[in-house]
């Protein structure tokens, strides 16, 4: 069965460095999303992209962020400058429609130190 | 500004019991609900999916019910066994957006 990627699984950075989280979504899917999951808190929405442009994003989602679809399979959430409070486990879905079902990636575990 | 809530926020259980999980949100124009399990750790795992127009939908010993005007949803989970054990969440869309609107969830613990 088709299902997210993400890579790598778990990524340590020092604060103030740039990060790149890598996923690669089902390969019929149009939708492509980031969300992160900061220890015991709620899943968060950043970002939702569709025909190579943000569709939508959140509050979360400031200048230090952006996303790339670099080719036709990746799909990739760049952090310029990495904050302590940027610690958080980032999970990529993607969907068919808008508003349908959203299927997960695993999650890569980012620990900014 | 669409919030989400479960409860309990966290409910223990004996093998075999069947059980309910709640879920509200303020905001009643959604596109659709989605609940999820989570194991520690782990990713997200899609459970069930209910368009806007529809009551209720159904895998295996699982069943889950939309309520839109009333702002709810439930997930019944029959003769639950120790490897139900995990976190449930509940999200929604709304038809304003794209994005998954998440609750906090709730943990579920089957003893055998």
Redesign the interface.
Known sequence: EPEVTQTPSHQVTQMGQEVILRCVPISNHLYFYWYRQILGQKVEFLVSFYNNEISEKSEIFDDQFSVERPDGSNFTLKIRSTKLEDSAMYFCASGVPSGYEQYFGPGTRLTVT | KQEVTQIPAALSVPEGENLVLNCSFTDSAI??L?W?RQDP??????LL?IQSSQREQTSGRLNASLDKSSGRSTLYIAASQPGDSATY?C?V?S?A?????????TTLSVSS
Do not use: D, P, R
Request: proline share 0%; aromatic share 12%.
């Open positions: 596109y659709n989605q999820f750790g782990k990713g997200l795992t899609s999916l969440l999200a869309v038809q957006g794209t994005a998954l609107i998440f609750g906090k969830g």
